[in-house]
T-cell receptor, first 111, second 114 residues
C-alpha cells in the first residue's frame, strides 16, 4: 500500500513568487492535513480538508491556501513568498481523523 | 487553545536500555487523542503510538508504551530495549475528538549510543 506522496521533495523559489505543493494521500483516506515545520516555530497546523471541504484552518495569512480534489489529492499554494516561508511542509492523511500518516515533506527554500 | 509541553530537548540512552520521554498538555476538552510521533533524519513523521483519552488502559506497541495520567494531563513515552534505529526526534501531539488539528510539542531528540 503506497504511503502519502508529496511532490516535489525540494523546491527553491525567489521572494515574491508563488508556489504550489502537491500531496497524494493513502488510497481510501479522505482527510488531508498540512503542517509547516521550522526550527523556530516547530510544527504548525495549516489546514485540513475532508471530501473537498476545508474543515479547519490554522493561524496563517491569506497567502497560504489549499484545496482538495474529488480523488482526495490536495494542493497547497503560497503566494508572494517571503523568506520566512522557508520550511518543511508536511502533508498527512487519515481515514478517520484518528492517527495521521505523514508524507516525507517538501523542503521549500525562499531566497 | 491547547498547548503541549515537552520539557526535555535532548536525551541520550545506551543501546538496550530504557528511556522515558515526558509530555504534558493543557486543555479544557474531555474527549481527545494523544500521539507520539517519531521523526528520523529522513524527516518522515512516523506514528509510534496513540491513546484515546476515554481509555484508562495505557497503550503499548512492541517496545513502546505510554503512561497516560489524565488528571495530571501527562502522557509519557517509554522506549524499552532501545535500538540504534530509535535515534530520532520524538514529538508528542494532541487532538480534540471533534477537531481535525494536531497540536505538537517542541520535540525531544533521542540519541541511542552503541
Amino acid at each position: 500500500k503506497a504511503g502519502v506522496t508529496q511532490t516535489p521533495r525540494y523546491l527553491i523559489k525567489t521572494r515574491g513568487q508563488q508556489v504550489t505543493l502537491s500531496c497524494s494521500p493513502i488510497s481510501g483516506h479522505r482527510s488531508v492535513s498540512w503542517y509547516q515545520q521550522t526550527p523556530g516555530q516547530g510544527l504548525q497546523f495549516l489546514f485540513e480538508y475532508f471530501s473537498e471541504t476545508q474543515r479547519n484552518k490554522g493561524n496563517f495569512p491569506g497567502r497560504f491556501s489549499g484545496r482538495q480534489f474529488s480523488n482526495s489529492r490536495s494542493e497547497m499554494n503560497v503566494s508572494t513568498l517571503e523568506l520566512g516561508d522557508s520550511a518543511l511542509y508536511l502533508c498527512a492523511s487519515s481515514p478517520d481523523n484518528y492517527g495521521y500518516t505523514f508524507g516525507s515533506g517538501t523542503r521549500l527554500t525562499v531566497v | 487553545a491547547q498547548t503541549v509541553t515537552q520539557s526535555q530537548p535532548e536525551m541520550s540512552v545506551q543501546e538496550a536500555e530504557t528511556v522515558t520521554l515526558s509530555c504534558t498538555y493543557d486543555t479544557s476538552e474531555n474527549n481527545y487523542y494523544l500521539f507520539w510521533y517519531k521523526q528520523p533524519p529522513s524527516r518522515q513523521m512516523i506514528l509510534v503510538i496513540r491513546q484515546e483519552a476515554y481509555k484508562q488502559q495505557n497503550a503499548t506497541e512492541n517496545r513502546f508504551s505510554v503512561n497516560f495520567q489524565k488528571a495530571a494531563k501527562s502522557f509519557s513515552l517509554k522506549i524499552s530495549d532501545s535500538q540504534l534505529g530509535d535515534t530520532a526526534m520524538y514529538f508528542c501531539a494532541f487532538m480534540p475528538s471533534n477537531d481535525y488539528k494536531l497540536s505538537f510539542g517542541a520535540g525531544t531528540t533521542v540519541t541511542v549510543r552503541a
